[in-house]
């Protein structure tokens, strides 16, 4: 391991992407990642890479279809309402069954919204990035070096399964300086062989397509059924989460990303107030670590669910819990940071209530 | 010193996100938690830069600091904007040549440095985010010495090391005063 060294979270996340072997970005300049595209203007072209600032999200998102079906790591970079740009090219590269990487450091919204960190758009990145029936594979880092980690698991990933994945940040986690180290790895043990990609050979041999167009809709219901199946496997086994002080807790906050950070930290002041609260971190979103939530049920007296939006996550938390616990929800949102006092006092009144 | 927030604020080019990162690589050449959050918004466009610091012995959990221990405050409207939400014994550090006439909050310590003034007196130009932090090392003890040099040489670009030895110059001034 190399030594620790303070980076934005939009950095490093676009040096472990050059360090994951992508060497083909497109991007279009948005608050609060433009770091992202400016680190790899500054780095691609010294490593052979392709660095393109599109004439907009839409066209970045098709160039990335394009590199990824010519079998190479690509990747692409926004916030919010450029993720909304890029959603019908998403759905293009999930139905043609295409891996890539799709960063979204989202602010507040909805519209043009504000440039503050936000979490409103875990909809869009879990149920409905796109048209059709399709789900992505969806990382929400909660460090800076986390960043770094998934960025490396959502290439590998995207790759084992051929599918888009997301690193769903915000602009905290974009912005903020903290400590980092690389992994020294050698990217290519990790990129398996891309025999379905379409690299020319002069008819040596069958052709490969690549397409999401299927008029037959046998033909179309077959594929996306096979795809489910594939959906099915990747829930049973690629879910992660982290669990804080969750032993003996009465009260569990779920909470991802930037507002799992202030969940830990309000977990620690209830604690010093004799209240027995604890943490689940959801790490991918999709797949939904449910085993963990549906584990808490027996022992745990509440959820709290704390996110940086209205109430989005907290529907699949009513889901797996299916009423056998209350489930309460603490938000903020435009581009607030809630506060551990805040998440405190949250916890408080439900362990008064339920005392 | 379990953990320290620390908001270092002022006009834009006045050295407030480096001294700001100055400060974490210090914690961070002591092994703490650290981290650093710039203010991204409008206000970057002319009004007040600020920049939160956390340095800490446990993990940190929000980067954004609403109640700093320690304020550095290198203009007016930086120091009417925090000098009311300090934390109970508080540590305000002003600019005295550019911030004066202010009415000081109860519970806190003042320290009044007319850092951009000895910055121009003592060929340290640019340097008074220097000089203040090396007041903020005295009066809090935040890194040690050797931490401050290496945070230092870490947040030097590599183009500018010959300014290495004017900002310690100006460490050394501010922890003399």
């Known amino acids: 391991m190399a030594e620790r060294v303070l980076m934005k979270g939009n950095e490093a996340l676009a040096e472990a992407a050059l360090r994951a072997g992508c060497r083909h970005f497109f991007g279009y300049p948005i608050t609060p990642q433009t770091e992202v595209a400016a680190y790899m203007a500054k780095k691609m072209p010294k490593i052979g890479g392709t660095y393109l600032q599109a004439e907009s999200e839409i066209a970045a998102i098709n160039m990335v279809y394009g590199a990824a079906a010519a079998g190479v790591r690509a990747m692409t970079s926004s916030s919010s309402p450029g993720i909304s740009l890029k959603a019908e090219g998403i759905s293009y590269m999930a139905g043609a069954d295409l891996p890539c990487l799709i960063c979204n450091i989202m602010r507040g919204g909805p519209g043009l919204g504000g440039i503050q960190p936000s979490q409103a758009d875990y909809w869009q990145a879990t149920k409905a990035t796109g048209h059709g029936d399709f789900q992505i594979l969806v990382f929400a880092p909660s460090t800076v070096q986390e960043m770094v980690n998934t960025v490396f698991k959502a290439f590998d990933l995207a790759d084992k399964y051929r599918m888009p994945a997301m690193l769903l940040g915000d602009g905290m986690l974009g912005q903020m300086m903290e400590p980092v180290e690389f992994p020294d790895s050698d990217p290519s043990a990790n990129i398996p062989a891309k025999d379905w990609a379409l690299t020319g050979h002069h008819n040596a041999r069958k052709h490969n397509v690549v397409n999401s167009l299927f008029l037959q809709p046998q033909a179309l219901e077959d594929l996306v059924v096979e795809r489910y199946k594939k959906y099915d496997y990747i829930k049973e086994n690629e879910a992660m989460h982290e669990e804080y002080l969750c032993e003996d807790a009465d009260i569990i906050l779920v909470a991802y990303g930037a507002s799992s950070r202030i969940a830990k930290s309000a977990v620690n002041a209830a604690r010093a107030q004799g209240i027995k609260a604890g943490v689940i971190r959801p790490i991918t979103l999709w797949p939904y670590p449910s085993k963990p939530i549906d584990a808490a049920c027996s022992k745990a007296k509440a959820f709290l669910v704390v996110e940086m939006s209205m109430g989005q996550m907290v529907d699949d938390v009513r889901l797996i819990v299916n009423g056998r616990k209350p489930v309460h929800f603490y938000g903020r949102t435009g581009g607030i940071i809630p506060t551990p006092a805040e998440v405190l006092e949250q916890i408080k009144k439900i362990a008064g209530g339920d005392r | ?177």
């Open chain 2, 1 to 177: 010193m379990a953990t320290q927030n620390i908001i270092l604020a002022g006009f834009g080019g006045q050295g407030i996100l480096f001294a700001g990162k100055v400060m974490a690589y210090c914690g961070l050449m002591e092994g703490k938690e650290v981290s650093w959050l710039p203010s991204y918004g409008p206000e970057m466009r002319g009004g007040t830069a600020n920049c939160s610091v956390c340095l800490s012995d446990e993990p940190i959990s929000s980067p954004l600091v609403l109640n700093p221990d320690v304020l550095i405050a290198m203009n007016g409207p930086s120091y009417d904007k925090f000098a009311n939400v300090m934390a109970k014994d508080g540590k305000i550090f002003i600019d005295s040549t550019l911030v004066n006439g202010k009415k000081f909050p109860d519970g806190v310590a003042v320290f009044e440095v007319p850092a951009t003034q000895l910055a121009q007196d003592q060929d340290l130009s640019g340097l008074a985010n220097i000089i203040l932090l090396g007041k903020v090392l005295k009066e809090t003890q935040f890194a040690s010495m050797e931490a401050v040099k290496k945070g230092i040489e870490k947040c030097v670009p590599p183009s500018k090391t010959h300014l290495i030895e004017a900002n310690m110059r100006a460490i050394q001034l501010g922890m003399s005063l």
